[in-house]
């Protein structure tokens, strides 16, 4: 099967999400190649849970840091995602894998521990989908099985750790955080181009793919989607959390 791959960059909380969204559109109706995708976020940024509350996470501490916060597509807790950090997306058919979900958060996974293991840093997987170095988490990842058999898995691979930021806008202690969270940085001193060049080239390998940009539809889809759907994220109290800027605030504020 040929693949298509999308090479980093940085974009917005709302644009990172509008984009997984468009090319799981594209993918779905057959107009792209199954993607894999690299991007980075600027500014540092939460993407919460698809059906997580947001006020477990410290929203006024989002505006002091310039946090942005977005709902991703898939289930699971807050992530920070900081500026330095790695975050991969891989869209394609279900039947690539076999028709299983597990066979795809291993073959997906094992890409970013021989990642890894050739920096010389040695992972493994642990409760499915998290990748773990001496026991604490490194890469967290998440997955859904979308409309058309289509399965989007994403996630992040953590390069260095803000313990000033993290644990407080998370709503967790900084001796949590030191304890089960891991970054490249506390095991080897290496580059942001090192360390890309190792997933790209893991990611790819065996596969048949081309390099390409988003398509002219893709990025109408994007726009679009970034400002009606990923701009806003609705409390449970019917509070409208709008985009301004980089962090988000209540309307009105």
Known sequence: MKWRLIE???YSAAMNMAIDHAVYESVANERELPTIRFYKWM???ISLGAYQN???INLDACKKHNIGIVRRMTGGRAVFHDKVDFTYSV??????????????????????????NEL?????????????VNGKKISGNAAKLMNKGIYLQH????????????????????EIVKERVASIL????????DVYDALKKNFTKSKDFKTEQLSKFELMRVNDLAKTKYSTIMLPTGTLVKNKGACYVERGS
């Not at 869209?91 to 890894?116: G, H, Q």
């Not at 010389?120 to 773990?132: L, M, P």
């Open 120 to 132: 010389g840093i040695k992972a493994a997987i642990e409760n499915k989908n998290d990748i773990v």
């Open 91 to 116: 869209i394609a058919p279900i039947r690539v894998f076999n028709y299983n979900i597990e066979n795809a958060y291993k073959e997906i996974c094992t890409c970013i521990i021989n990642a890894l």
């Open 43 to 45: 500014p540092s940024s």
């Open 155 to 174: 996630g992040t691979l953590i390069y260095g750790i803000d313990l000033d930021v993290m644990p407080e806008v998370l709503n967790i202690s900084k």
């Open 186 to 193: 506390q095991h080897k001193k290496l580059s942001q181009n």
């Open 54 to 56: 947001p006020k477990e």
């Open 8 to 10: 980093q960059n940085e």
